[in-house]
């Protein structure tokens, strides 16, 4: 009988599966995320002492500690793959485009569960007063989506280096800048009261245009990436 090849969507959800599998027996990247965003967090809400936060500050705080959860955690994608020299079975197996979508979605699957986690615990300890909570949401989806695209193929470069995660963190950085800026002013302007969902067409439209982007590039630069 002929052996039936499977798609490429079901090899990008075949590297999905194999990283959920692997992480619900380290655990290392989801509780390097989410333990870096709860002790922020906590700290900063203790010292606060219940004093209000500014609407402008709990936006930048917000989007800071996502950033630095994330540059804590979402590296380990590609990295593990070395470590344990299964980085060539993986090439066999799948094709660049599979590889770098599963990884993709294992990311966006971090992050989203870090932000179910953090977004209660800011608003409890810090003050989360969103007044437009469509808008709130859709900042909240696009920046992570763009963040997401940004740290996959950094962490596909910097797999192989010796100092990962030093380098994980000043490469992207810069790339991770712009999202930053327009989900910080996004989530500003879903805090404040008076303003209307059409307000932050501006970052919404960047937002969305750099995850676009992101993310063709993404797939057309990971093949040499990860052939290299």
């Not at 039936?4 to 959800?13: D, E, P, V, Y």
């Not at 989203?112 to 859709?138: D, K, N």
Request: net charge positive; charged share 10%; glycine share 8%.
């Amino acid at each position: 009988m002929p052996i039936k090849r499977l798609s490429w969507g079901a090899k990008t959800i075949a590297v999905l599966v194999k990283d959920i599998r692997g992480e619900l027996r380290t655990r290392y990247a989801i509780g390097a995320i989410v333990m870096f965003a709860v002790i922020t967090v906590v700290a900063v809400g203790f010292s606060l002492s219940g004093i209000p936060l500014d609407l402008n500050l709990q936006g930048i705080l917000f989007w800071l500690v996502i950033y630095f959860a994330s540059v804590a955690g979402l590296g380990q994608s590609f990295i593990k793959e070395e470590e344990s020299k299964t980085s060539l079975a993986l090439r066999i197996y799948a094709p660049p485009v599979a590889v770098f979508g599963g990884k993709l979605l294992f990311n966006l699957l971090l992050l989203f569960t870090l932000e179910i986690v953090l977004v209660p615990l800011f608003a409890l300890l810090v003050g989360l007063g969103i007044r437009q909570l469509p808008l709130f949401i859709a900042i909240l989806a696009t920046g992570t989506f763009g963040l997401a695209c940004s740290t996959t193929i950094v962490a596909a470069i910097i797999a192989k280096a010796s100092i990962k995660g030093v380098l994980f963190a000043v490469l992207s950085f810069p790339l991770i800048l712009p999202v930053l800026i327009m989900a910080i002013k996004g989530t500003q302007k879903a805090l404040s009261i008076g303003l209307v969902f059409a307000s932050a067409s501006g970052e919404l439209q960047v937002l969305i245009s750099y995850a676009a982007i992101m993310l063709i590039a993404g797939f057309l630069l990971f093949e040499f990436v990860w052939n290299d």
